[in-house]
T-cell receptor, first 112, second 112 residues
Framework: DTAVSQTPKYLVTQMGNDKSIKCEQNLGHDTMYWYKQDSKKFLKIMFSYNNKELIINETVPNRFSPKSPDKAHLNLHINSLELGDSAVYFC???????????FGPGTRLLVL | QQQVKQSPQSLIVQKGGISIINCAYENTAFDYFPWYQQFPGKGPALLIAIRPDVSEKKEGRFTISFNKSAKQFSLHIMDSQPGDSATYFCAASKRAGTALIFGKGTTLSVSS
């Protein structure tokens, strides 16, 4: 009965590889987000997306691309991984018109 | 430019004591101010939230105090317990469906 789930929980990969992180929410929400938490625990928005609009944070490299097959899923594709991409990535969701965001358990990405 | 400033970075409190974490924001367009609690290896979870038309909100042992003119808000944890040991983040957002802008977090340790 997990509200926001992410797979995988851990991801270890080599520089230059392409990887994807999946997110699913069963809350019936229509807005989803990706946040990045760095080694100092700082949380920063990467993208927010609903069925009408993708909002891209201008500081996110275009190697990162969100893809939403439907309202319940928002995946994150990362091309040409770099050492600096190592972080914990959190998916979150909210209901339109409601500020509360619910976070997933995170995906810890380590780029070697 | 850090839009939400949080202090202290770390806090040690004895069991039964009061934990106080402070945040300040710059953007007067912010309309929603939540506090999130994060345990190691877990995603952030909403603890309590407030809007700027209210000066204080209490839920159990947790209280938010809000000073709109000073653009500051704080979290008070009464009767702090070892189970409260976690990282606490203040955040702000402009409206529903937009990004949460987080403070840098406060690591709270409650000693028994």
């Amino acid at each position: 009965d997990t509200a926001v789930s992410q797979t995988p929980k851990y991801l270890v990969t080599q520089m230059g590889n392409d990887k994807s992180i999946k997110c699913e929410q069963n809350l019936g929400h229509d807005t989803m987000y990706w946040y990045k938490q760095d080694s100092k625990k700082f949380l920063k928005i990467m993208f927010s997306y609903n069925n009408k609009e993708l909002i891209i944070n201008e500081t996110v490299p275009n190697r990162f691309s969100p893809k939403s097959p439907d309202k319940a899923h928002l995946n994150l594709h990362i091309n040409s991984l770099e050492l600096g991409d190592s972080a914990v990535y959190f998916c979150a969701s909210s209901q339109q018109g409601v500020e509360t965001q619910y976070f997933g358990p995170g995906t810890r990405l380590l780029v070697l | 430019q850090q839009q939400v400033k949080q202090s202290p970075q770390s806090l040690i409190v004895q069991k039964g004591g009061i934990s106080i974490i402070n945040c300040a924001y710059e953007n007067t367009a912010f309309d929603y101010f939540p506090w999130y609690q994060q345990f190691p290896g877990k995603g952030p979870a909403l603890l309590i939230a407030i809007r700027p038309d209210v000066s204080e909100k209490k839920e159990g042992r947790f209280t938010i105090s809000f000073n709109k003119s000073a653009k500051q808000f704080s979290l008070h944890i009464m009767d702090s317990q070892p189970g409260d040991s976690a990282t606490y983040f203040c955040a702000a957002s402009k409206r529903a469906g937009t990004a949460l802008i987080f403070g840098k977090g406060t690591t709270l340790s409650v000693s028994s």
